[in-house]
């Protein structure tokens, strides 16, 4: 039975084969298919741009945010006026994950080794966190603290606007890469070296925002 129809198969396809190749004519209108080169619009689109002036426009407004910025950095986000101290703790202490090697693969330090940076780098000067838009908080840095025993970090508010002002170098905790990492919540702020730790503070300031709430 099945071997009549192998032969009847074959056949049908064949039959289908020319209808499937038929030629219908042209049916409705043909476009050629033109595709752009890309590079040569962006090159137009530029060549146009800069002959208008708006490149140079562009990179005005590019540098004056870039300037803005620098003189006023975002503030530190989640950083609040302290409206009651808060102390603690912090220990520097890491473990060393792998050996550490000198430039001829000496092993300095061993993985597991427990190192505290303040055993070699001591923290000579307190660290002082503070917004600088606040008044209070910027007076209360100027008559507590020198050039010599502490840094000014803002959270807030125009470095260089500062360093004008108060003819002191004043830095910034850009990202809040500082703050997160000793846990500040709320400045002003004070860190200072204690033994092998630091002993750090947020600190009610009367006449700042905090104390005003």
């Given at each position: 039975m099945s071997a009549r129809l192998?032969?009847?198969?074959?056949?049908?396809?064949?039959?289908?084969a020319p209808a499937a190749a038929r030629d219908y004519?042209?049916?409705?209108?043909?476009?050629p298919v033109i595709e752009a080169d890309l590079l040569s619009v962006i090159q137009q689109r530029l060549t146009s741009m800069q002959a208008s002036g708006a490149i140079e426009?562009?990179?005005?407004?590019?540098?004056?945010?870039?300037?803005a910025r620098v003189r006023r950095p975002l503030p530190v986000p989640g950083i609040v006026p302290a409206t009651e101290e808060r102390r603690w703790t912090f220990d520097p202490t890491i473990t060393v994950r792998q050996d550490l090697r000198d430039g001829r693969g000496r092993i300095v330090v061993a993985a597991g080794t427990r190192v505290n940076p303040l055993d070699t780098v001591p923290l000579r000067q307190r660290l002082v966190f503070l917004d600088g838009?606040?008044?209070a908080q910027v007076a209360w840095a100027r008559s507590t603290t020198t050039a010599l025993n502490a840094k000014l970090i803002l959270v807030?508010?125009?470095?260089?606007?500062?360093?004008?002002?108060?003819q002191r170098r004043f830095y910034f905790d850009q990202q809040g890469t500082l703050t997160r990492h000793f846990g500040i919540h709320a400045v002003p702020a004070l860190i200072e070296q204690q033994g092998r730790t630091l002993a750090i503070r947020e600190l009610v300031i009367r006449g700042t925002k905090g104390d005003r709430k």
């Open positions: 192998v032969p009847l198969g074959l056949a049908a396809l064949l039959i289908a004519g042209q049916q409705g209108a043909v476009f426009r562009a990179n005005r407004q590019l540098a004056e945010r870039t300037a838009d606040d008044p807030g508010g125009s470095p260089f606007a500062l360093m004008k002002a108060e």
